[in-house]
């Protein structure tokens, strides 16, 4: 899945995503949506009232970002959302909404899904925040979620359901199901007992590796601080910032 697909290629990508989406219970009925950027300026995306497990890709709406539809097929209420993303951001390709359980428990619950437990997580997905609860369909969810699209990668919509991005299409996809799993755990881990967070040092080595895979030069800014004299909250903080330094980098 990269730039150079042609478009009945993409339709058929979106179909795809559209089928796993379904068959892991991630939508029930038509929910849920994807888009695809085609060039600058074009996008295709799920059309409107259609479920995504059985979608063909002829069915699928292209439209440009400034809102003008070509073919007589609806798209998706909620488009508006995944044009702010692709505004807010060249770079982003592809964008996934659905409402995964567990993930749109923590939406409900308001609860962001921000506990350095998981290396995975850390590294590839990044704190995953909740945007202020805003009407389906409305001009209030792109403004919900525009401070987030260039600092996170995914984004938990308050009382609604989870929205991720990406560069290509399973980018966009694997963040989906990466927030879903990690919210599994961190669901499980809030029944068994407190989770053992990452302390500084091990967030220190997952920067590294992140660095590694980013082919990135380390910033060390963090790696001479002498924490034995902190207190448990300066630590607690410290982590915080060290996460949102990992978070910077993604
Ligand atoms: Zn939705």
């Not at 951001?89 to 350095?116: E, Q, W, Y």
């Not at 590796?209 to 800014?221: F, N, P």
Request: glycine content about 6%; charged content about 25%.
């Amino acid at each position: 899945m990269n730039k150079v697909d042609s478009e009945y290629e993409i339709r058929k990508q979106i179909c795809e995503i559209g089928n796993r989406m379904y068959d892991k219970s991630f939508v029930a009925a038509n929910d849920g949506n994807i888009s695809v950027r085609l060039g600058d300026k074009m996008i295709i995306v799920t059309p409107t009232g259609v479920s995504k497990g059985n979608m063909k890709p002829e069915q699928l709406v292209k439209m440009d970002i400034d809102g003008k539809v070509y073919g007589k097929n609806l798209p998706s209420s909620e488009v508006k959302m995944h044009i702010e993303v692709y505004n807010q951001n060249p770079k982003l390709r592809a964008v996934c909404h659905a409402h995964p359980p567990i993930s749109t428990a923590f939406a409900v619950a308001g609860i962001a899904l921000d506990k350095p437990i998981l290396a995975e997580a850390v590294v590839l997905l990044g704190v995953v925040p909740v945007a202020k609860y805003a009407t389906p369909g409305t001009e209030e969810v792109p403004n919900s979620i525009k401070e987030y699209v260039n600092n996170h990668n995914a984004v938990l919509l308050a009382n609604h359901g989870l929205l991720t991005w990406g560069e290509t299409l399973e980018q966009a996809w694997f963040r989906m199901e990466s927030t879903e799993h990690y919210g599994k755990i961190l669901l499980y881990v809030k029944q068994i007992g407190p989770a053992r967070e990452f302390n500084r040092q091990q967030l220190d080595e997952l920067i590294k590796i992140k660095h590694r895979i980013d082919g990135t030069t380390e910033d060390s800014s963090t790696s001479d601080i002498d924490i034995s004299n902190l207190s448990d909250y300066q630590i607690e903080e410290l982590i915080k910032a060290v996460t949102q330094k990992v978070l910077d980098k993604l």
